[in-house]
């Protein structure tokens, strides 16, 4: 399999629920990120790994809870949503070299209903 | 101010015409550009990266202005699958861990 994959596609979920977003990349790169895109609104970063270390946290919610075990895999662990949760969830991957981004691949995204 | 704005449309255009986007950026020192192509319910995707020399690709013209800030996305003989949502994507210096999203132009090409 090659490129980003992110499961499950669709996700509704209860405000008391646990459950939790996987996305893997295929392509080598060595940092991931988690976005947020809720409608008519732009991409909202969550997080940022490098090398499997957290390097940014964008004021995120701490019901949001990311986790990266190894370069290649990324998980968003959600708790306790809010409806204005609901959104579409993108996981991305990108190479770094020499302080440049060469650009993001995206995987499809989960979209995520709070009941 | 934002800091990357781009005039988020629509543009309605018929098949065969030309059309142009523009984008500013607001951190002089950004180092990488790029424009982005997202459809209806999908994830974004890379169209091209922008260069100051200027590049193409096919239909596709994209321009980087430094002094002015300012980056855009030239389509010629637009066609029916152009019809999309475009974003423009800048790399601040020093954040090269993250791309900075516009919040997109939506093009329509209509027959």
Known sequence: ETGVTQTPRHLVMGMTNKKSLKCEQHLGHNAMYWYKQSAKKPLELMFVYSLEERVENNSVPSRFSPECPNSSHLFLHLHTLQPEDSALYLCASSQVRGGANYGYTFGSGTRLTVV | ?111
């Open chain 2, 1 to 111: 101010r934002k800091e990357v704005e781009q005039d988020p449309g629509p543009f309605n255009v018929p098949e065969g015409a030309t059309v142009a986007f523009n984008c500013t950026y607001s951190n002089s020192a950004s180092q990488s550009f790029f424009w982005y192509r997202q459809d209806c319910r999908k994830e974004p995707k890379l169209l091209m990266s922008v260069y100051s020399s200027g590049n193409e690709d096919g239909r596709f013209t994209a321009q980087l202005n430094r002094a002015s800030q300012y980056i855009s996305l030239l389509i010629r003989d637009s066609k029916l699958s152009d019809s999309a949502t475009y974003l423009c994507v800048v790399n601040p210096l020093g954040g090269y861990n993250k791309l900075i999203f516009g919040a997109g132009t939506r093009l329509a090409v209509h027959p």
